[in-house]
Antibody
Framework: QVTLRESGPALVKPTQTLTLTCTFS??????????VSWIRQPPGKALEWLAL???????YYSTSLKTRLTISKDTSKNQVVLTMTNMDPVDTATYYC????????????WGQGTMVTVSS | SYELTQPPSVSVSPGQTARITCSGD??????AYWYQQKPGQAPVLVIY???ERPSGIPERFSGSSSGTTVTLTISGVQAEDEADYYC??????????FGGGTKLTVL
């Protein structure tokens, strides 16, 4: 059974750096074609893709946010970490991690999401 | 930057057919994917590669593509289908994009 679970602070202050961890099971990020992505959703708004890392350690970032984002993986721990610098109240959102693999070529399994509020 | 455009809302009566469109310049060359999201829940993949249905998704969900527009069709809509629906694709460099979402209301 494939599962993903997001973890991180529920509250961060403006200008701080957010660090989120996606811990997964049921697959390996060293398997060819496997990817993990981060996607966020502000309250009442649409999904917004943030970043993706693949089995070969290639990384892709949202054009509008790439200067603030870093994605990395620890294959031995089955974890993917996202850092976002210079947090602002507009970054308040539920942050999801999701798996993408070659069969569906889509985000077929999602975590339950973690809500992050940016406020002083 | 690449964008996908969806109607904000679609309304249908139970048993009718709902069609949700998604438009984007790269759609003739890139696959589209559809996700269903119910309140308080994570999205669920309902269509992949334009028209394929994952296992466990009811047959009333189907997808099609024509030019720069892809369409999610729900035949015989049920009350449980009321949700937000998002299309997703990518540009040629691998940058992922989601549409703005469509709220499906079952009257």
């Amino acid at each position: 059974q494939v599962t993903l679970r997001e973890s991180g602070p529920a509250l961060v202050k403006p200008t701080q750096t957010l660090t989120l961890t996606c811990t997964f099971s049921g697959f390996s990020l060293s398997t060819s074609g496997m990817c993990v992505s981060w996607i966020r959703q502000p309250p009442g708004k649409a999904l917004e893709w943030l970043a993706l890392i693949d089995w070969d350690d290639d990384k892709y970032y949202s054009t509008s946010l790439k200067t603030r984002l870093t994605i990395s993986k620890d294959t031995s721990k089955n974890q993917v970490v996202l850092t976002m610098t210079n947090m602002d109240p507009v970054d308040t959102a539920t942050y999801y991690c999701a798996r993408k693999e070659t069969y569906y070529d889509a985000f077929d399994i999602w975590g339950q999401g973690t809500m992050v509020t940016v406020s002083s | 930057s690449y964008e996908l455009t969806q109607p904000p809302s679609v309304s249908v009566s139970p048993g009718q057919t709902a069609r949700i469109t998604c438009s984007g310049d790269a759609l003739p060359k890139q696959y589209a994917y559809w996700y269903q999201q119910k309140p308080g829940q994570a999205p669920v993949l309902v269509i992949y590669k334009d028209s394929e249905r994952p296992s466990g998704i009811p047959e009333r969900f189907s997808g099609s593509s024509s030019g720069t527009t892809v369409t999610l069709t729900i035949s015989g809509v049920q009350a449980e289908d009321e949700a937000d629906y998002y299309c997703q694709s990518a540009d040629s460099s691998g940058i992922v994009v989601f549409g703005g979402g469509t709220k499906l209301t079952v009257l």
